[in-house]
């Protein structure tokens, strides 16, 4: 199994303002995950952050909103700009374990409230 | 949309009875996996099933997956108050390969 912690576990932020979310894992992994989950919703895939590529992003996420850092194969950033109400949420990252079970982990999320 | 469905939406038991929750989806897939959230922090993955897998035991956990309906049930047993927590199915979509998750289930157990 994979560690992953994440920083900040929560936050209060002002409109119009940006934060980055760090999210650091225990091994090396090469498929990382940025998921957001708005209140009382499932899980939203963000975007796909593979070490040595840029980012791919899902149907409704951007690059200019959600940049996205991977410089190696523990670690990822994830920020987003900008930021408006509509952007609370709890912002997760996952990986993907290796071999044959594809067994995805997640990290505790990041709490983001904007005012 | 691709989301899968779970029901029921809502669950709330008694300490010691069984809990049941099931997880339709829409795709063909590789696996599914089954997580738990206790109150907005990460998901903990619980149990991991194969397409080519029936049934799955893990504790007091127990989990089935018949593809041709593209269903699958996850009980609890004996149930505990610990258990209160909410529950997401999530499917490795064998085209895209990546996972989609359920709406979930938000289960109570009531000591």
């Known amino acids: 199994s994979a560690v992953i912690s994440q920083k900040p576990s929560r936050d209060i932020c002002q409109r119009g303002t940006s934060l980055t979310i760090q999210c650091q894992v225990d091994s090396q992994v090469t498929m990382m995950f940025w998921y957001r989950q708005q209140p009382g919703q499932s899980l939203t895939l963000i975007a796909t952050a593979n070490q040595g590529s840029e980012a791919t992003y899902e149907s409704g996420f951007v690059i200019d909103k959600f940049p996205i850092s991977r410089p190696n194969l523990t670690f990822s950033t994830l920020t987003v700009s900008n930021m408006s109400p509509e952007d609370s949420s709890i912002y997760l990252c996952?990986?993907?374990?290796?071999?044959?079970?594809?067994?995805?982990?997640f990290g505790p999320g990041t709490r983001l409230t904007v005012l | 949309s691709q989301q899968g469905e779970e029901d029921p939406q809502a669950l709330s038991i008694q300490e010691g009875e069984n809990a049941t929750m099931n997880c339709s989806y829409k795709?063909?897939?590789?696996?599914l996996q089954w997580y738990r959230q206790n109150s907005g922090r990460g998901l903990v993955h619980l149990i991991l099933?194969?397409?080519?897998?029936r049934e799955k035991h893990s504790g007091r956990l127990r989990v089935t997956l018949d593809t041709s309906k593209k269903s699958s049930s996850l009980l609890i047993t004996a149930s505990r108050a610990a258990d209160t927590a909410s529950y997401f199915c999530a499917t490795l979509n064998s085209g895209t390969y990546k996972y989609i998750f359920g709406t979930g289930t938000r289960l109570k157990v009531l000591a």
């Open positions: 099933i194969r397409s080519n897998e």
């Open positions: 996952s990986v993907r374990a290796g071999g044959s079970t594809d067994t995805q982990y």
């Open positions: 795709t063909s897939i590789n696996n």
